[in-house]
């Protein structure tokens, strides 16, 4: 007995800087969210002490002046605009990744090392600067229109910016380099012998796509969707610049609550329904992951 | 076999060349063979000399380079590996992680677009075929090597392909599993009457699998036979050498009488062989004796003994090999059958005669 104490002593004790760090960086932080969210919002930012859920209120209705409470969609509208526009950059960004990964796996190592350098260089520059180069790129007589109207290709203007586009191009971008790497990461250990075999047994190129190659890649490919999605859903910052305020997402609307509108209780009520989305997205995919794999076995 | 007639591959003056300019490597020089139906043929050489590179033409793997491969009298140039009615055992398996053996196995048939009902039944048989039907659920990762080879046999079996291409597949076993394989490889030819054509660079296994044998070394094919005449009439040094230990002897022809040369080699030693095309008297040619052919006794018997002097024995269980000086100066091996009383096997020291019967002696062509 008294071994098995000393035992559970020593383990708590091995254990304590993974419990801390996990502790100090990712429950306490959200714990104090989880908090802030009920209490009472301070006119001056912060938050007073008492307890309400007034913050979850103002998520689906407006408070008039008389106090009566009425249903708004607002907000909906912005968590259903930012579920759909991180679903877009999801799948953008799959689809252009996923050649991009195939390529890389196929080149020899010293390649490869070159072209994962190019892929994450974007990184080693400030996002801010990377999204306002897409601002020059997108606007209007910008990269993209001047030469189409030089060449008379182009009347007017394409008025891409501060759209739904401009957002998911945004987006795209930003976080491509983190689709490209779980998928990179899943082929460069796939057998490509396994190609030829399957093109003896009969497979054209889309069969041996179907069949070999997306099933063999598909840990990287949930990964690669999984790490675009989460950020996707909370950015702000291709919203901001490229949506121009116009188009709010969720990570737009949680930095205005706590920076200009001063309201954090609302604020960290947003980021709980951020963090619940989130949450019941891995559920659905760790669900269907596991159908799959009983189907496998019956 | 052979005599009937039909043939199954046609390779016409096949050229294969990797990269281009200063970097270019030729793997096949130029290569023209002929595959009968329902043949157990065998490409054998060492790594390095184009076998494999020749399969993976007949495969559709590579492109050839110059001349043209005919299946069943049709020309397969433009095809695709996927629409060639052939099929690969390849020598590292390559079974699909993913799938069970009964996918595995059924993969071919899936993607020619057969109904479930006909590729289940066609997976059980050829499971049942390889003997590995209480495997189908099975995952590839869940089984040895010997049993992913026999799953690997029956995935390019299922499809009833025309002609089933083998790139050394008993490679990766160990030695007992390797001759039994040899076998069932042999006997499953023979009841699917599928035309095989094995890669290999094991003399053994050619030579106990194959109907025809076809040796190459360099990019080229050096002789084409059956085993029994690669073995015993070695057309080239390389063949030879290669197949089998070998002594060769130079020695100059001294008359020829109704194709049968005599030579004289160096030593004075004295051998009659079949003349070969090209050769005459006065001319120095190689001659290739096999050393279980000749005989050791510790006296002339009054027989064409010539004498020697034994330098070293090996005991090698079955038989021992000996190394004869022969008293002219000319060194050969000599392998014995180990007698009943082993104590009576000759040592080093031992004076000798070596008899070597007539036909022993084969006249190469270089």
Not at chain 1, 202 to 217: D, M
């Amino acid at each position: 007995m008294a071994v098995g104490a000393e035992q559970t002593r020593r383990t708590w004790w091995l254990l304590s800087p993974a419990l801390l760090t996990v502790g100090f960086f990712m429950v306490l932080p959200m714990v104090i969210l989880l908090v802030f969210s009920f209490m009472e919002a301070d006119p001056y930012g912060g938050v007073d002490p008492g307890f309400t859920v007034e913050a979850y209120v103002q998520l689906l209705f407006e408070r008039d002046f008389d106090d009566t409470l009425a249903y708004t969609g607002i907000y909906l509208g912005i968590i259903w605009r930012s579920i759909a526009l991180a679903l877009v950059a999801t799948v953008g960004s799959l689809i252009l990744g996923f050649p991009v990964a195939y390529y890389i796996a196929r080149q020899n190592t010293r390649t490869q090392n070159l072209l994962l350098f190019l892929v994450t260089l974007p990184f080693w520059t400030n996002l801010l600067i990377r999204t306002y180069a897409w601002i020059l790129i997108l606007s209007t007589d910008g990269v993209i229109e001047q030469p189409l109207k030089a060449i008379g290709f182009l009347d007017g203007t394409l008025d891409m910016m501060y759209s739904n586009g401009a957002i998911a191009i945004g987006l795209i971008y930003t976080y491509l380099p983190l689709m490209v790497l779980p998928i990179y990461a899943s082929m460069e250990k796939l057998d490509f012998r396994l190609i030829e075999a399957a093109s003896d047994l009969y497979a054209g190129r889309y069969r041996v796509f179907r069949e070999v190659i997306v099933p063999l890649s598909t840990p990287g490919i949930v990964a690669g969707c999984i790490l675009v999605f989460v950020p996707s859903l909370g950015a702000f910052v291709a919203p901001d610049l490229l949506g121009g305020g116009r188009k709010l997402m969720l990570g737009s609307l949680i930095h205005l609550q706590f920076a200009s509108s001063r309201n954090w209780p609302f604020g960290a009520a947003i980021a709980m329904c951020l963090l619940a989305i989130v949450m019941i997205a891995l559920m659905l995919q760790a669900r269907s992951s596991a159908r799959r794999r009983a189907m496998e076995v019956a | 076999m052979v005599e009937d007639g039909r043939t199954a591959i046609d390779i016409r003056n096949v050229r294969k060349v990797y990269g281009s300019g200063g970097g270019a490597v030729t793997a096949i020089e130029r290569a023209s063979l002929d595959i009968a139906d329902n043949e157990f043929f065998t490409l054998l050489g060492p790594s390095g000399c184009g076998k494999t590179t020749l399969l993976r033409l007949i495969a559709g793997f590579e492109a050839t380079t110059e001349g043209e491969i005919f299946l069943y009298g049709d020309e397969i140039e433009d095809l695709p590996p996927f629409k060639r009615p052939v099929n690969t055992v390849f020598q590292h398996y390559s079974l699909f992680p993913h799938m069970t053996v009964a996918e595995n196995v059924g993969f071919g048939l899936k993607m020619l677009g057969r109904p479930k009902a006909e590729i289940g039944e066609a997976v059980e048989r050829s499971l049942s075929l390889v003997k590995m039907s209480d495997f189908a659920r099975r995952k590839p990762s869940q089984m040895s090597g010997g049993q992913q080879q026999r799953v690997a046999l029956a995935r390019a079996l299922a499809p009833n392909p025309k002609v089933l291409l083998l790139d050394e597949p008993l490679s990766a076993l160990d030695l007992k599993l390797r001759q039994a394989m040899r076998n069932e490889l042999k006997t499953l030819q023979r009841e699917t009457g599928i035309t095989f054509v094995f890669v290999t660079h094991d003399q053994e296994e050619a030579l106990t699998m194959s109907d025809r044998i076809a040796v190459m070394s360099n990019g080229l094919i050096q002789q084409i036979g059956s085993p029994l005449d690669i073995y015993e009439r070695p057309l080239n040094r390389f063949v030879a050498d290669f197949i089998g230990d070998t002594n060769f002897v130079e020695a100059d022809i001294a008359s020829v009488e109704g194709g049968v040369a005599t030579c004289q080699s160096a030593g004075g030693l004295e051998m009659r062989a079949a003349v070969v095309d090209g050769h005459g008297v006065g001319d120095r040619v190689t001659l290739a004796l096999r050393p279980e052919k000749m005989s050791l006794a510790a006296s002339a018997n009054g027989g064409a003994a010539t004498p020697g002097r034994i330098e070293s024995a090996d005991y090698l269980g079955t038989s021992t090999s000996y190394k004869v000086m022969l008293d002219g100066g000319v060194t050969l091996a000599v392998r014995e059958q180990n007698p009943v009383d082993a104590s009576t096997v000759l040592a080093a020291g031992d004076a000798v005669h070596v008899s070597i019967p007539v036909g022993t002696a084969r006249m190469l062509v270089d």
